[in-house]
Structures are given as structure tokens and as C-alpha cells.
């Protein structure tokens, strides 16, 4: 049995702004410096990336589904604009199978149970892939898709 957990979500376990603006872009909290000292050059322009491990404070992890026997995993999510409504999709198997979804309304704290999907996500064949687009009258749309060519 493996659960689900979501590395990228993780960071929505940061407190949340209590009266996010309405076009609120991320929730993501910024990340302490690293505590090894640095190797960069002072004279340098550029940061090196920074690591962020969670895997010892379970505190902020999260299991989003689990199911007895079946393997759930790469999973695609969106933050919708309201900055707490969170959409994951993923196949039920590895890679590839039906494609779940479950909505979160708290950046990502609880979730809820499966949702209804549509009859042809049951034959999807590849990863699903979830993103928030704001069309030219401020309209915001979901798009997903899941095949096996480029869209």
C-alpha cells in the first residue's frame, strides 16, 4: 500500500493569508537560507537553489488518498486565484489508468473524497496534466488533458 503524499504541497501548510487579495497568484511561504555556508563567490549575481526537505517533520505532511493494493501517484495539481482551493488529478496506476480527482478548500490541509469524473477519464492512458488559464475577460478556466502526444 502506497499513500499519496505531495512533496510540491507541502509548502501550502504554511499559514494562510486570512484575507488573500482576489487574483492572490501562490501561497508558497519563502524558504530559509540554507545552513551549510555557502560556496558561491560574494562577487556573484546568481543564487544556487535551495533545498527544502520536509521528509522528517511530518507535522506538514499530508496522505491525500490511499487505497489498499493500488499504487496512486504522479499527480498534477492547481491553486485556483481565491489562493486556497487546490485541484490534484492522478491516474489510479502507475503512470497511467483512470484519472482521479480530489478538490482541497483549505491550500491543502484536509481533501475531499473522490470527485465525479468523467466517463473518459476512465481510459486514460497517460499522466494528467492540470492548469489554471485566465482568458482576455478575466474568465478562469481549468484545462486537463492526458495522451500520449503532445497537445
Given at each position: 500500500?502506497?499513500?499519496?503524499?505531495f512533496?510540491?504541497?507541502?509548502?501550502?501548510?504554511?499559514?494562510?493569508?486570512?484575507?488573500?487579495?482576489?487574483?492572490?497568484?501562490?501561497?508558497?511561504?519563502?524558504i530559509?537560507?540554507?545552513?551549510?555556508?555557502?560556496?558561491?563567490?560574494?562577487?556573484?549575481?546568481?543564487?544556487?537553489?535551495?533545498?527544502?526537505?520536509?521528509?522528517?517533520?511530518?507535522?506538514?505532511?499530508?496522505?491525500?488518498?490511499?487505497?489498499?493494493?493500488?499504487?496512486?501517484?504522479?499527480?498534477?495539481?492547481?491553486?485556483?486565484?481565491?489562493?486556497?482551493?487546490?485541484?490534484?488529478?492522478y491516474?489510479?496506476?502507475?503512470?497511467?489508468?483512470?484519472?482521479?480527482?480530489?478538490?482541497?478548500?483549505?491550500?491543502?490541509?484536509?481533501?475531499?473524497?473522490?470527485?465525479?469524473?468523467?466517463?473518459?477519464?476512465?481510459?486514460?492512458?497517460?499522466?494528467?496534466?492540470?492548469?489554471?488559464?485566465?482568458?482576455?475577460?478575466?474568465?478562469?478556466?481549468?484545462?486537463?488533458?492526458?495522451?500520449l502526444?503532445?497537445?
Open positions: 500500500m502506497t499513500p499519496l503524499h512533496a510540491a504541497l507541502l509548502l501550502a501548510l504554511q499559514p494562510l493569508p486570512s484575507n488573500p487579495p482576489p487574483t492572490a497568484p501562490s501561497i508558497a511561504p519563502s530559509a537560507p540554507p545552513t551549510a555556508p555557502s560556496t558561491a563567490s560574494s562577487n556573484s549575481s546568481s543564487s544556487a537553489p535551495q533545498r527544502l526537505d520536509v521528509a522528517g517533520e511530518a507535522a506538514r505532511q499530508v496522505v491525500v488518498d490511499r487505497e489498499a493494493g493500488q499504487y496512486l501517484g504522479h499527480v498534477s495539481t492547481v491553486l485556483l486565484r481565491d489562493g486556497r482551493t487546490v485541484l490534484a488529478a491516474p489510479k496506476g502507475h503512470g497511467k489508468g483512470p484519472i482521479v480527482m480530489k478538490r482541497s478548500g483549505d491550500g491543502g490541509r484536509t481533501w475531499s473524497e473522490r470527485l465525479p469524473t468523467p466517463a473518459s477519464f476512465a481510459t486514460s492512458l497517460e499522466v494528467p496534466t492540470l492548469h489554471r488559464v485566465v482568458d482576455a475577460a478575466d474568465r478562469e478556466r481549468l484545462l486537463l488533458w492526458s495522451g502526444h503532445p497537445a
